[in-house]
Structures are given as C-alpha cells and as structure tokens.
C-alpha cells in the first residue's frame, strides 16, 4: 500500500507540487489530476522516489519514507513511466533502440533474460521494432512503456506522467493501466497523473493540491493553486 500525506515539492521561485494526499494499494489504479505539467511530472517523480519532497508524511509497504537508505527500497519496487523531459523516450531513437536501452538498466541478474530481439517479439512489438518512438500511436506507446517498466520482476508500483498528453481519446491509455492494475497474476498498484479526468470514471481520484487546506486525501483541489509556469525538478535518480 502506498500512502501519501501532505506530500509537497519546493521549486527554486515558487512551489512546485503544493500539498498533495492519497493512496494506492496493489489492485489500484487511482488517478491524479492536475492542471500543470510540472506539478503532474514532480508527483510523478517523487512518488517513485526520483525526487525528494520537501515535506509530508510518505509510506510505502508499512515503511515510512526517511530521505535515507529506505528510499532505495522505493524505488526498486518503483518505475516510473514517461515523465515529462525525464525519461520519455528521445525522439530520434528507434522502438528497437528505446527497448536494448531499457532492457540493459534491468538488474543485472535478470538482464541475459531480456535481450532485445527476443523481447519484442514475446511482447508483440515485432510489428513496431523499426519505427521511431515519435511515430508510436499513443495506445501502442503507452503498451510499449509500461510492458518496459515491468520487465523489471520487482516493480510493484507503476507510476505513469500525464498518459492524457499524448492524445484526447482515453482508450488510449486507460484500459491498458486497468488491466494491469487489475492482473491477479501480478496485482501492481498503478497511479496516472492526468490532465483531466475521463468521463464515466468511477475509480478513486484525487487533485494535485488536495492538502493544501483540507490536508485529507481524495478532498478537492484547492482552488486558489498557482497559475501555470516553469518550476524546476531536483532529481536525484530517474531509474
């Protein structure tokens, strides 16, 4: 079970993520939803352990979150999934290139495992191997990504940037993250940051911002948030 309580991002002018609650344990898929990239981009870095908070009460599995060696632990059982100019794939690479790339920060015992070639061809991504990851159908990326991310046997918690950004049409994204968030074979707790909610979801959601009055999770968005602009990611590790 993942929680979160009062978690918050200090950028160097202003505040970054402002106070943010919510949950998620294996099973879920709980959504996000925010208005500003960088803020959408910051939870999705700090949930996975990529970027330290500068407040709140963090809990992952029973184990409080220290900023010290348990962190480690987090974001082993953690990935995080096409972050907004963090880890989304460069444009000029090749699916192909994107996959050998990914498959070598598998760790080491598992990676004589994962050779490219045969990876793809196992995830039926034969069909895509050759085409550059600008070309990818927004349905076919998020499959692609996500099926990366879990190459790793130790992920438990999938955490995906913005899915949304990448098209308006919700069945790009949202019936992917369903069926592994729903997988008996192996439960995840999946969260998406968003940029708005999809019409007929009636799973749990959250606003970026929830805490910053009410200081509860799944309470509504603050209303005075700050208006978009750049903040700035401190990322201590994107894998």
């Given at each position: ?77 953690s990935?995080?999934?096409?972050a ?48 550059w ?36 049409d ?41 805490a ?28």
């Amino acid at each position: 079970m993942l929680r979160v309580h009062q978690l918050s991002v200090n950028g160097r002018r202003d505040e970054l993520l402002p106070a943010t609650s919510l949950q998620a344990g294996r099973g879920d898929l709980l959504l996000v939803a925010g208005n500003r990239q960088d803020q959408r981009t910051a939870l999705a870095l700090a949930l996975s352990g990529r970027l330290k908070p500068s407040g709140g009460h963090f809990e992952w599995d029973g184990t409080e979150w220290d900023g010290g060696a348990r962190i480690k632990t987090l974001r082993q059982a953690s990935a995080v999934v096409d972050a907004a100019g963090v880890n989304e794939p460069e444009q000029h690479l090749s699916v192909r290139d994107l996959v050998t790339e990914d498959l070598a920060l598998v760790p080491r015992r598992y990676r004589g495992l994962l050779l490219s070639k045969p990876w793809l061809k196992v995830n039926r991504f034969e069909d895509i191997a050759g085409l550059w990851t600008e070309q990818l159908p927004a349905a076919r990326r998020i499959e692609l990504l996500t099926a990366l991310a879990l190459a790793n046997p130790h992920t438990d918690l999938l955490v995906v940037d913005s899915p949304d950004r990448h098209g308006p049409d919700p069945a790009d994204w949202l019936p992917r993250l369903e069926s592994l968030a729903y997988d008996a074979g192996r439960p995840l707790a999946v969260v998406a940051t968003v940029m708005s909610v999809p019409a007929g979801w009636s799973g749990p959601v959250v606003c970026i911002g929830n805490a910053v009055t009410t200081g509860h999770p799944g309470a509504p968005a603050d209303e005075d948030l700050p208006p978009d602009g750049p903040g700035t990611l401190e990322i201590e590790d994107t894998k």
